[in-house]
């Protein structure tokens, strides 16, 4: 069965930097696209940033464009998010998700469709980043 662990959140100073690592199971890590989501208190799901299956492809939220990069080794299933310059509100539940079939299949060619949480079938339980002073 597919499995998403994410790991690497924690306290981080405004300013601050973490990196975050999902590690996939379960399925052809390297045939699908993945995307990191957060949920902040009392706020929705917010789609983050997308990558490609062969890495060479990747789509960031707006919110997070310049300071978050993210990255993945097929060789060890495991997709990564680097965040810098960290704000007190990136401050949230971060999880990782597989992208589906088609949405991998079909990386990029519909703009926006990366960001659509419909379209990953596979969830992570999430890892907690919190940004604090």
């Known amino acids: 069965q597919v499995q998403l662990v994410e790991s690497g959140g924690g306290l981080a100073q405004p300013g601050g930097s973490l990196r975050l690592s999902c590690a996939a199971s379960?399925?052809?890590?390297?045939?699908?696209?993945m995307s990191w989501a957060r949920q902040a208190p009392g706020k929705g799901l917010e789609w983050v940033s997308g990558?490609?299956?062969?890495?060479?492809?990747?789509y960031y939220a707006d919110s997070v464009k310049g300071r978050f990069t993210i990255s993945r080794d097929n060789a060890k299933n495991t997709v990564y998010l680097q965040m810098n310059s960290l704000k007190p509100e990136d401050t949230a539940l971060y999880y990782c998700?597989?992208?589906?079939?088609?949405?991998?299949?079909?990386?990029?060619?519909?703009?926006?469709?990366?960001?659509?949480?419909?379209?990953?079938?596979?969830w992570g339980q999430g890892t907690q980043v919190t940004v604090s002073s």
């Open positions: 990558i490609y299956s062969d890495g060479s492809d990747t």
């Open positions: 379960g399925f052809t890590f390297s045939s699908y696209a």
């Open positions: 998700a597989k992208a589906s079939f088609i949405l991998s299949e079909h990386w990029g060619e519909v703009p926006g469709s990366a960001s659509e949480i419909a379209s990953y079938d596979h």
